[in-house]
Each structure stands twice: as structure tokens, then as C-alpha cells.
């Protein structure tokens, strides 16, 4: 299997705060890396596939970027809305596998 | 759009065989990889396996001698079948579209099964 370590696995920070969230690949998995974001009681919702499509109607200040074994996640300008938390998940090689999340939460 | 929601009991018996099914709307079954994920505290996201509408299957090693997942295409439906339950598997179980290129695309809302007796 495919391990994803996801990091950190919680930050506090303010809005209008740059964030990075960093998923490393225990092997290469091309740019078959998705993010999402998910609210508490909220079903998860996709930002990112292909490492940095952003997905239709998700805000531009989230960006996707990386290849091979290591993958990041950027929000330019944190939004209130944005406090969540975010996983990726690998789809190169079976079983798919997600990282550990990332909870964001305010400062 | 396109629209998932599990369906089953919330409850299950340990050892017996938890059930649940996925009514697709807004879009056909027949076509795309229908999947199952479940959400615990202990394990994160676990990926448990997909059909592809012409029957064909994949499934997470960890649970593959466990789980049996079926697509009815005349009802727009796929379920799951996971035996043997423990506490263990007691988590959020999702269904979820899936594209080769795209990842996940949809996801149904979740539903909570809980392994006790």
C-alpha cells in the first residue's frame, strides 16, 4: 500500500494567513492527487484533482501543486470559511489511500 | 447533479453481516467506479473497494476476505456487504463516485453504522 503522510496534522492560524498543508507519497504516484476539504457533520468536498485542477466553482485563492512523492496544498489568504480540515488522497495504485487530515483551526 | 444516499441500519451485531445501499441519482449507474469509504476515529479515511457498472471489482486487501460490493443497474444501486463485524468497524460509511483521472467526484451524505450488541 501507498502510505500518505499528511503534515501537520493540526495548525492554528488567523484569516488572511498563507497556509501550506504537505502530503508525501511513501512511493511516486504521477499527479493522481486530490485534496478535499471537509466540514464537521459535512460530507468531504473536492478542491483539487490532478495535483492542481482546481475544481469548478472552488475559490482561486486554493492552489494544488507537487509531484512524484511529495504534494501541496496552499490557501493564498485563509478565509473564515476555510477552517476545516483537508485531506488528500492517492489514486495512482490500489487500495486508494488518504492521508491523516489536516485540521485548521483559528489562531 | 448527481446525487448519492446510503441506506441501511444503523446498527449492527458483532459477527454479523453489515448491509448498505447506495441510490444514484441524477445519473446512471453505468458508467464511472461506484465506491465505499468509511470515516472512524481510530483509522481515518479507509478506501474499501468499488464496482465498475459491468460487475467488475477491486477491494481493500485489509478487508477483501470480508467485503462484497454489487451494483444493481435496473435499480441505479450498489451495496455493500462487510461480514464478520467487530467493533472495528464501526465508523461513517460513505459511497462516493469515482473517475480514473478525477478521483472522487461525489460523495453521498454518510451514515453512521455502529457495531454493539
Known amino acids: 500500500d501507498i502510505q500518505m503522510t499528511q503534515s501537520p496534522s493540526a495548525m492554528s492560524a488567523s484569516v488572511g494567513d498563507r497556509v501550506t498543508i504537505t502530503c508525501r507519497a511513501s512511493q511516486g504516484i504521477s499527479n493522481f492527487l486530490a485534496w478535499f476539504q471537509q466540514k464537521p457533520g459535512k460530507v468531504p468536498t473536492r478542491l483539487i484533482y490532478?495535483?492542481?485542477s482546481l475544481q469548478s466553482g472552488v475559490p482561486s485563492r486554493f492552489s494544488g501543486s507537487g509531484s512524484g512523492t511529495e504534494f501541496t496544498l496552499t490557501i493564498s489568504s485563509l478565509q473564515p470559511e476555510d477552517f476545516a480540515t483537508y485531506y488528500c488522497l492517492q489514486h495512482n495504485s490500489y487500495p486508494l489511500t488518504f492521508g491523516g487530515g489536516t485540521k485548521v483551526e483559528i489562531k | 447533479q448527481v446525487q448519492l444516499q446510503e441506506s441501511g441500519p444503523g446498527l449492527v451485531k458483532p459477527s454479523e453481516t453489515l448491509s448498505l445501499t447506495c441510490t444514484v441519482s441524477?445519473?446512471?449507474?453505468?458508467?464511472?467506479?461506484w465506491n465505499w469509504i468509511r470515516h472512524s476515529p481510530g483509522k481515518g479515511l479507509e478506501w474499501i473497494g468499488y464496482?465498475?457498472?459491468?460487475?467488475?471489482?477491486n477491494y481493500n486487501p485489509s478487508l477483501k476476505s470480508r467485503v462484497t460490493i454489487s451494483v444493481d443497474t435496473s435499480k441505479n444501486q450498489f451495496s455493500l456487504k462487510l461480514n464478520s463485524v467487530t467493533a472495528a468497524d464501526t465508523a461513517v460509511y460513505y459511497c462516493?463516485?469515482?473517475?480514473?483521472?478525477?478521483?472522487?467526484?461525489?460523495w453521498g451524505q454518510g451514515t453512521l453504522v455502529t457495531v454493539s450488541s
Open positions: 464496482i465498475y457498472y459491468s460487475g467488475t471489482t
Open positions: 441524477g445519473g446512471s449507474v453505468s458508467n464511472y467506479y
Open positions: 462516493a463516485r469515482y473517475h480514473l483521472v478525477t478521483a472522487i467526484d461525489y
Open positions: 490532478a495535483t492542481s
